[in-house]
């Protein structure tokens, strides 16, 4: 038996179309906890990583582990329906294989989704030794992200110097976009050595999206090395991404 109530449903809301930008299905896994949830894109190149402790919740109940395969696309359009002020409540019986999302506001709606059998891929967090560690405002670097997007379809992230550097270009032009301390949208910036890598801006852009529900980004990544992104949830729990490099030689 799995039921938890989140007082506002927008956080859920919120949490399901920022992972469903990247991935198709995937399994919560339920348990006296919390949920979690980690999951990769289909072509391989992103990971997201998903923790929402029970405290979360506003109610939370969980005998053993129950597992809760979901379509993200089908779980989108149901969350689309949800309205300011509306509680959310998910509950799967022990022998159902659908799960109820509640949604108690003026009405009570109650869906009923089929739930997928996929198994429990277990897919291990990618062990990396990042030396370059930037906090910012994730504004900041949806902004810069934008800016890129305009002349190019990949960024290169670079961190020297005690600032930070994102530069795109190609056909349609060049940009460059310098965050500072000075400026008050550095927050913090640890290097062990100077490192600069490229990534894909269509990935980062969707990545971003998770920006609606933390305030700020810590930003770590190596020379040519994947590149780590952490929201500290505002709600509480945190969502963390994965994102394979572009190697410029190819």
Known sequence: MFKAVLADSR???????SIS?????????????????RAMDPSRVAMVDLDLPKGVF??????????????????????????????LDLEKGEEETRLKIRLKGKSTRTFSMPLLDMGKEEL??????????????????????????VVSDFV???????????????????????ITKESGELLSVEVKEPAQALYSLNYLSKMMGASSLAEIVVVMFSKDM??????NLSSGGKIVYYLAPRMESE
């Open 11 to 17: 956080v859920w809301k919120s949490i399901i179309e």
């Open 21 to 37: 930008t990247l991935v198709d299905e995937g399994v919560f896994v339920a348990d006296a906890s919390g949920i979690r949830l």
């Open 58 to 87: 506003e109610s939370y109940e969980c005998a053993g582990e129950v597992p809760i395969g979901v379509n993200f696309e089908d779980m989108k359009n149901i969350m689309k329906r949800a309205g300011a002020n509306e509680k």
């Open 124 to 149: 291990s967090v990618p062990r990396i030794p990042f030396n370059v560690t930037v906090k910012a405002p994730a504004s900041t670097i949806m902004e810069a992200i934008k800016d890129a997007e």
């Open 156 to 178: 290169k992230m670079a961190v020297e110097d005690g600032m930070m550097k994102m530069t795109a270009s190609g056909d349609r032009g060049e940009v460059e976009v310098v």
């Open 226 to 231: 994947p590149l780590r992104l952490d929201f």
